[in-house]
């Protein structure tokens, strides 16, 4: 079974034959990061230990996909999301810093109602953004500190 080293390799193998800022743009390590996750899972997950044979083929044939146009890029891409997709879903990964953002939206939210039925839209709003600022941080670092985070 491929590991999350031998995916790696085989990334770094090739980075040569794609453009440098296409590496980037595309995000190529994120490819490496999921493959850390999934080897991780993938001793009691079927769908991971498959993943990973998929990811080290991918990490072969990326630098044609993204040297073929649009076609060969929205492939790529429909790949790396579905390893995303399928780490988020089935073991809760989040991508880095994915709860702030969300919990300040919220944050928002709450103190606009809040607003409605006690007036003093402002300060609400203020205080539900900062309230969701800190929670948010608090749920990220938590992510981070239990490896959930890609
Ligand atoms: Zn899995």
């Given at each position: 079974?491929p590991?999350?080293?031998s995916?790696?390799?085989?990334i ?11 590496y ?9 990061k999921c493959a ?10 079927a ?10 083929a ?9 040297n073929n ?14 390893y995303?997709?399928?780490l ?12 702030q ?14 607003g ?34 890609l």
């Amino acid at each position: 079974m491929p590991t999350a080293q031998s995916i790696k390799e085989e990334i770094e193998k090739h980075r040569s034959e794609i453009y440098k800022k296409d590496y980037t743009f595309f995000e190529v390590d994120t490819l490496y990061k999921c493959a850390v996750c999934v080897e991780h899972e993938s001793s009691e997950c079927a769908e991971c230990a498959s993943m990973l044979d998929d990811m080290q083929a991918l990490a072969a044939e990326y630098p044609r996909m993204l040297n073929n146009g649009s076609s060969g890029r929205s492939e790529y891409e429909k790949r790396l999301s579905k390893y995303l997709e399928h780490l988020r879903k089935a073991h809760g990964y989040t991508r880095k810093g994915f709860f702030q953002p969300v919990y300040m939206a919220l944050g928002l939210v709450v103190g606009l109602l809040a607003g409605l039925v006690i007036g003093h839209y402002t300060a609400c709003m203020g205080v539900g953004l900062v309230a969701g600022y800190i929670a948010g941080a608090v749920r990220d670092r938590k992510a981070e500190k239990n490896g959930k985070t890609l």
